[in-house]
C-alpha cells in the first residue's frame, strides 16, 4: 500500500531594513516565486497582520504613541507582535503554510532597542512573550543609503502623483536613519545562521533572484521535487 507523502515542513522568513529600500517590492515577489513551485505561502506585515495589530500599528504611525518614549512603544510593538504570532504566524505554519512577513522583532531590536535606546533586557523579555518560539527560519536584510533610499521613495512618488506626507519614522533626520542601517547590520552580524544581507540599490529583478537563489540554498530538501 502506498503511504501518503510526508508533508514538507513550513518556514517563516521575514524581511527586514531601514526605510524605502523596498522590502514590499520582494516580499511581493518571494511569495510569487514560492506560488510558481506550488510552496503554500501567506504574506504579513509588522506592526500589523491581524485586525488588533492594525490597529496598534496606526496608532504608532500616526505619531500618537511618540511622547511616550521608545520604551513604551516596544511595549506596543511587542503587544501587537503577540497577536499576531498567536493568531497568524502560528495557526499558518501549523498546517503547512509558509509565513513571509514584512518586519518582525529585529525591527524593534533596531528601532527601539540599538537606535531609540531601549535597553536588552526589556527588548528580551518582550521578544520571550511576543515570539513565543517563533524565530525567523530567514531574515532578510535589505541594506542601502539612507540618503539613496529616500531619493528613490520621492523618484517613486513623483511618479505615482504622490504627496510625500510619511509617516512618523520616514520624517526623522537622516543621521537617524544612518544609526538606524548600523543597527540592522550589527543584528545580522550576531546572528550569521539567521540573517542574510543583500545590497538594495541593485536592479530589483537581480536582487529578486539572488533572494529566490539564497532561499532555495537555504531549503533545497522543502523544494526537492519542485520546478524551478
Not at 500618537?64 to 503587544?79: D, K, T
Amino acid at each position: 500500500m502506498l503511504q501518503a507523502p510526508t508533508p514538507r515542513p513550513a518556514r517563516f522568513l521575514t524581511l527586514e531594513g531601514g526605510e524605502g529600500v523596498g522590502k514590499s517590492t520582494q516580499v511581493k515577489r518571494l511569495l510569487a516565486n514560492l506560488s510558481r513551485v506550488s510552496i503554500p505561502a501567506v504574506r504579513t506585515r509588522e506592526p500589523g497582520g491581524t485586525p488588533r495589530a492594525e490597529a496598534i500599528r496606526s496608532f504608532i504611525l500616526q505619531g500618537r504613541s511618540e511622547s511616550w518614549g521608545p520604551g513604551a512603544e516596544a511595549i506596543l510593538f511587542a503587544a501587537a507582535r503577540h497577536d499576531h504570532v498567536a493568531q497568524l504566524i502560528a495557526p499558518h505554519l501549523a498546517q503547512g503554510t509558509w509565513v513571509i512577513s514584512d518586519r518582525f522583532h529585529d525591527s524593534t531590536r533596531a528601532y527601539q532597542g540599538l537606535t531609540g535606546g531601549v535597553e536588552d533586557k526589556l527588548i528580551e523579555a518582550l521578544e520571550t512573550l511576543a515570539l513565543d518560539g517563533h524565530v525567523p527560519d530567514l531574515t532578510i536584510v535589505l541594506d542601502m543609503d539612507p540618503k539613496r533610499a529616500f531619493e528613490r521613495v520621492a523618484h517613486r512618488d513623483v511618479e505615482d502623483g504622490l504627496a510625500q506626507t510619511g509617516d512618523r519614522f520616514e520624517k526623522e533626520e537622516l543621521e537617524w536613519h544612518r544609526r538606524l542601517r548600523e543597527a540592522f547590520l550589527a543584528i545580522a552580524a550576531a546572528n550569521p545562521e539567521r540573517c542574510l544581507v543583500f545590497a538594495a540599490d541593485q536592479d530589483q529583478d537581480a536582487l529578486e533572484q539572488a533572494i529566490w537563489e539564497a532561499v532555495q540554498a537555504r531549503f533545497p530538501e522543502l523544494l526537492e521535487g519542485t520546478q524551478a
